[in-house]
């Protein structure tokens, strides 16, 4: 077993879980820093149950078992093993080599995690820490939207390790809370009442689609270095700037998550609608750097010349690239079926 992240209330490993029946897998687990010395593991199975009760989603990560760590005691999650990592680090090491996402891989991204928590309000979980770190990414093609798979991890296990926190270091936690808060990706109402509910997640979810639209380069409001402040900012009525790349109409879903009144904010099932729109966003919503018209590229990459039509529905809409294995799936503009794709000269 070795380690592979840490977080403030975490330890990520990567193990080998050998199953009765003789099979083996790689896992994950994640160890809660500390919880072995509360002394409370029928609260965290009651907890645990909680994501027991959600099932299996295939955007949200999946929890295998629970366990405790011999040495110290603490409780330890078995989920599966993202194989390349947390949504931030991928999109970070995008930028440093200068490359990008096409908009439509950037919207599938959005549509996914958005995905995972509509699963996660309908059940009435509450995330507590939604942001590109807790996003794991299990395939990632930066030019085709068809072959992306990102899954919302940690959810809830910030709250059930904030409120141990609480009852252990009863008298210290209102200084010490900003160490172990999220500020920046907190709401109003979170910050001053440290209320959480589905709207401080979509709070939250509207900070994450910022991050990936700025490939993660910097930390929202990344000019303060003080928490405190950010608070201040935050209250005060201050919002994350729309990055160039951003095209208005997403930027706008990003300023309806961020209103000041969370009854005014959508909920995740109305964020879901919006975003299953991304072909029109991307028609329409152009940035004033992008071409207004999409008509002549490829409708995957956004890049390369659409030279091929899908038959019999006539939309010319693919490059050489891309073209491969279309007649398998469903066109990506009006969602017929296929029988076949012929070059248009």
């Avoid at 687990?29 to 027991?52: N, P």
């Avoid at 110290?72 to 390349?84: F, H, I, N, P, R």
């Avoid at 990102?150 to 210290?172: C, E, N, T």
């Avoid at 991304?278 to 030279?307: F, G, N, W």
Wanted: glycine letters at 6%; charged letters at 25%; hydrophobic letters at 40%.
């Amino acid at each position: 077993m070795r380690q592979i992240g840490v977080g403030t209330f975490k330890l990520v490993y990567q193990a080998r879980w050998q199953q009765p029946h003789g099979a083996s897998s790689e896992v994950a687990v994640l160890r809660i820093r500390g919880s072995g010395s509360a002394g409370r593991m029928k609260e965290f199975e009651q907890e645990v149950k909680i994501f027991q009760h959600l099932g299996f989603h295939p955007k949200l990560l999946q929890l295998l078992a629970i366990t405790n760590e011999p040495g110290s005691g603490d409780y330890c999650m078995v989920t599966e093993l993202a194989s390349k990592g947390a949504l931030d680090v991928i999109l970070s090491s995008l930028a440093k080599e200068r490359q990008t996402l096409s908009l439509l891989v950037q919207l599938q991204v959005a549509r996914q995690i958005c995905d995972g928590m509509v699963h996660l309000a309908l059940h009435g979980v509450v995330h507590g820490d939604l942001a590109t770190r807790n996003v794991l990414v299990f395939r990632l093609d930066a030019r085709n939207h068809l072959d992306v798979s990102v899954k919302v991890a940690d959810y809830g296990l910030s709250i059930i390790s904030a409120r141990w926190y609480r009852q252990s270091h009863a008298a210290s936690f209102n200084t010490a809370r900003s160490m172990t808060r999220p500020v920046r990706w907190m709401a109003p109402e979170s910050i001053e009442r440290r209320q959480f509910s589905e709207k401080s997640d979509v709070w939250a979810f509207g900070v994450t689609m910022w991050e990936i639209w700025t490939y993660a380069e910097k930390i929202p409001y990344e000019s303060v270095s003080e928490d405190s402040l950010v608070e201040t900012k935050v209250l005060g009525g201050e919002r994350l700037p729309r990055s160039p790349s951003c095209p208005a109409a997403v930027y706008s879903i990003m300023l309806e998550c961020w209103r000041e009144r969370k009854s005014e904010r959508p909920g995740f099932s109305d964020l879901q609608r919006k975003l299953q729109q991304h072909d029109l966003t991307v028609a329409e919503s152009s940035s004033e750097d992008e071409p207004d018209d999409y008509s002549q590229q490829c409708v995957i990459c956004l890049e390369r010349e659409a030279v091929w039509a899908l038959i019999p529905c006539g939309h010319m809409c693919l490059c050489e690239v891309h073209k491969e294995g279309a007649a398998s799936r469903p066109c990506p503009i009006c969602r017929s079926n296929p029988t076949s794709v012929h070059r248009i000269y």
